[in-house]
């Protein structure tokens, strides 16, 4: 079953659109397939996808030419709301080891940038404001203060000797940097640098999907709801022991509203949202994963 999508979004946004679709192409008996625009011709319909698939993971069936005869599609709901945060991540974890898994090359470098950036005593932050702050429906993110506070309070009862940032915000990595001067910070600015060194350029999704590995190798991650910190927890190894979710809500879910409170009116907004936000800690067992 070929799963394609008609309006691709972010990188990790399609990653779970993908791995969904694995899911219920399994259940309804069917071999899952990731169409990339070389197929093109062969299908002879368009691919949608904007990066290939085989780029970084490895595909369910290897040669597709045996299965043209009989092939359907499918476009998968995303996070269905039959399943809970634990029994999805747990199912798409299981389907991600059985039916995919890491390019060997990627595996490679991410090993090798793994053991520069983070450690088992790291505290893994991810911090994403941008279009989150003004997208309808979508959970308003923390304001740069409000986080830089929640890290304090992180880093003054646990003993952490490092911090990693998973940021495109230059001004919060900096902050960040400023304000802990005692802990050795690392960012997601350190790591497109060495992917560039060591990879190349070629790959232009490498660098978030470098972020997610990271944010999974450190020992807690504190992060706003989004689909990087949903993938560090399934690319996790046993040192990742618990995350702490911040809830600010959601954002309006009439376009003009919300786009005057994500710009506007931000640090008002911000500052009433941040008055009655809350923090969700989960450990790696309510998870579901080992």
């Given at each position: ?125 991810h911090f994403r404001a941008g279009d ?14 409000f986080m830089l506070n929640l890290i ?139």
């Amino acid at each position: 079953m070929m799963i394609n999508r008609s309006q691709p979004a972010g990188f990790f946004s399609d990653f779970i659109w993908i791995l969904t679709g694995m899911s219920e192409a399994l259940e309804a008996g069917f071999r899952p397939y990731v169409p990339t625009k070389a197929d093109e011709t062969v299908l002879g319909r368009v691919v949608n996808w904007d990066w290939s698939w085989n780029d970084y993971f490895l595909q369910p069936i290897q040669d597709l030419e045996p299965f043209l005869g009989t092939i359907s599609y499918l476009n998968p709901s995303v996070h269905p709301v039959s399943q809970s945060k634990k029994t999805q991540l747990s199912n798409l974890l299981d389907v991600f080891n059985s039916q995919s898994g890491f390019q060997p090359h990627i595996v490679a470098v991410l090993q090798q940038i793994s053991m520069q950036m983070v450690s088992r005593r790291t505290l893994g932050v991810h911090f994403r404001a941008g279009d989150m702050r003004w997208a309808p429906l979508h959970p308003t993110p923390p304001s740069k203060t409000f986080m830089l506070n929640l890290i304090a309070g992180e880093l003054s009862h646990e003993g952490f000797d490092s911090i990693y940032v998973a940021s495109t915000n230059r001004e919060f990595i900096r902050k960040t940097t400023t304000r802990f001067p005692s802990y050795e910070v690392r960012s997601s600015l350190d790591t497109a640098s060495e992917l560039s060194r060591v990879a190349g350029n070629n790959l232009t999704k490498l660098p978030v999907l470098a972020d997610a590995f990271l944010l999974g190798q450190c020992e807690r991650l504190l992060h706003s709801a989004s689909n990087v910190a949903f993938a560090s927890k399934l690319f996790s190894t046993s040192a990742l022991g618990s995350s702490g979710e911040i809830d600010m809500g959601l954002n309006h879910s009439w376009l003009p509203y919300s786009v005057a409170c994500g710009t506007v009116f931000w640090p008002v907004f911000s500052l009433f949202r941040g008055q009655k936000a809350k923090q969700v800690n989960t450990t790696r067992e309510s998870w579901g994963i080992l």
